[in-house]
């Protein structure tokens, strides 16, 4: 009885309504006094209910002394119910749609995720956004495996390419480029990527570790890390700073060789892999 209250409460009806009906319909037929007895609402009460029900032609009034009632077919009450919570909903939309129109929202280059299903839905986002290039680079040894699935559907939108560290899981998707990083220009690679992208980072009793940057074109970057443990991430889309991120990503995968080619072996010439 209690989860039936609930579940007609939940579709729109008021708790001593849903009382009032459930029980009308277990005992099938009754006057006010019967009706109060079996739904343990207040006597008092009952009336108003009942009237209310009945105006609502969710219960049926037979004359006499006294007044009797029997309900509705609970199959036609629920469909009214639910077709009037289907056009609240229907209405709020609509409404909310028209708010959000009519609001200015401020832009904000730089917004915080928190958590893993707040970053792979956004990393889902960019799977499907405008772009031509994905860029990815990855400092886990266990390499991008993780995303795996969604570098896959990327693979088939756009131009995918990784970026590993030496020594790295190399394994990704049909479709993905995977390079090695290499050396391209001896302060970014000891000074940035040595000391600041490869280690943890201790900063006020924080520990910092990067995963990864995502790159969508130069217009878009998420970077994927962990604070204390817990991961999270920053959506950037300043252009002063995404551009440079997406030029430094070209430069190493530029310098670097592919996952495929032994070690020392550089295959890529540079401009055939730069995009611009």
Same mark, same amino acid.
């Given at each position: 009885m209690d989860q039936i209250v609930r579940s007609l409460v939940a579709l729109g009806m008021k708790e001593y309504e849903a009382k009032v009906y459930a029980a009308l319909v277990g005992i099938g037929e009754g006057n006010a006094r019967e009706i109060h007895i079996a739904s343990g609402v207040p006597r008092p009460r009952v009336y108003d209910i009942l009237e209310g029900l009945a105006g609502r032609g969710f219960v049926e009034v037979r004359q006499g002394s006294p007044l009797r009632y029997r309900p509705e077919e609970p199959g036609v009450v629920t469909a009214k119910l639910r077709g009037a919570l289907e056009g609240a909903a229907d209405r709020a939309l609509a409404g909310l749609d028209e708010l959000r129109l009519e609001a200015r929202p401020t832009p904000a280059p730089i917004w915080y995720l928190d958590g893993e299903w707040s970053i792979r839905r956004h990393l889902e986002s960019l799977v499907h956004g405008d772009y031509a290039a994905?860029?990815?680079?990855?400092?886990?040894?266990?390499?991008?495996?993780?995303?795996?699935?969604?570098?896959?559907?990327?693979?088939?939108?756009?131009?995918?390419?990784?970026?590993?560290?030496?020594?790295?899981?190399?394994?990704?998707?049909? %479709? +993905?480029?995977? #390079?090695?990083?290499?050396?391209? /220009?001896?302060?970014? $690679?000891?000074?940035?990527?040595?000391?600041?992208?490869?280690?943890?980072?201790?900063?006020?009793?924080?520990?910092?570790?990067?995963?990864?940057?995502?790159?969508?074109?130069?217009?878009?970057?998420?970077?994927?890390?962990?604070?204390?443990?817990?991961?999270? %991430? +920053?959506?950037? #889309?300043?252009?002063?700073?995404? /551009?440079?991120?997406? $030029?430094?990503?070209?430069?190493?995968?530029?310098?670097?060789?592919?996952?495929?080619?032994?070690?020392?072996?550089?295959?890529?010439?540079?401009?055939?892999?730069?995009?611009?």
């Open positions: 994905l860029t990815v680079i990855c400092m886990l040894r266990s390499g991008p495996g993780e995303y795996a699935a969604l570098l896959s559907e990327a693979a088939g939108r756009h131009t995918v390419d990784v970026v590993v560290p030496e020594g790295a899981a190399q394994a990704c998707p049909e %479709g +993905v480029r995977v #390079t090695v990083a290499g050396e391209f /220009c001896p302060f970014f $690679q000891e000074k940035i990527y040595g000391k600041v992208f490869s280690r943890p980072i201790d900063h006020e009793g924080s520990v910092f570790s990067l995963e990864y940057i995502f790159m969508a074109d130069d217009e878009e970057s998420l970077i994927v890390y962990t604070e204390n443990g817990r991961r999270k %991430g +920053v959506i950037i #889309t300043l252009p002063f700073i995404t /551009c440079v991120q997406h $030029q430094l990503a070209r430069k190493m995968i530029a310098g670097g060789r592919d996952a495929a080619a032994a070690p020392g072996q550089k295959i890529y010439t540079g401009e055939e892999r730069v995009h611009t």
